[in-house]
């Protein structure tokens, strides 16, 4: 995600993103374009670091969700079979939790022998 995330930052690729939106007459196309980069990219480093792990992957999950069905059109097994791999990593994250080297864990662990 944070590699996704990243392009957040290359203006040409953002204004692509902005008239792609556009073009599919989506309200706020830059604001949309921004807003789901800028999730990619922080969740993503959160997820990463392993820091509130299940709350920092559930607007990844929605931002992929979004980009299935109201983006593309649904077609979870050609093309837009990605963004919903993408899905099923965030419930497995959801469901999993963090793991045993995450900051969750060394923040969070019960401290009691």
């Not at 709350?55 to 093309?79: H, Q, Y």
Request: net charge neutral.
């Amino acid at each position: 995600m944070v590699y996704h995330g990243w392009e957040v930052f290359d203006e040409t690729k953002m204004n692509e993103y902005s008239k792609w939106m556009n073009d599919l007459k989506l309200s706020a196309p830059s604001f949309m374009s921004y807003l789901g980069k800028a999730i990619e990219l922080i969740a993503g480093i959160f997820v990463l670091v392993g820091l509130f792990t299940r709350i920092a992957i559930i607007p990844i999950a929605l931002t992929m969700l979004f980009i299935c069905f109201f983006i593309g059109k649904g077609r979870i097994f050609m093309e837009e079979q990605y963004p919903f791999l993408f899905v099923l990593l965030s419930l497995l994250f959801f469901l999993a939790g963090p793991g045993r080297w995450s900051v969750d864990k060394a923040i969070f662990q019960d401290r009691h022998p």
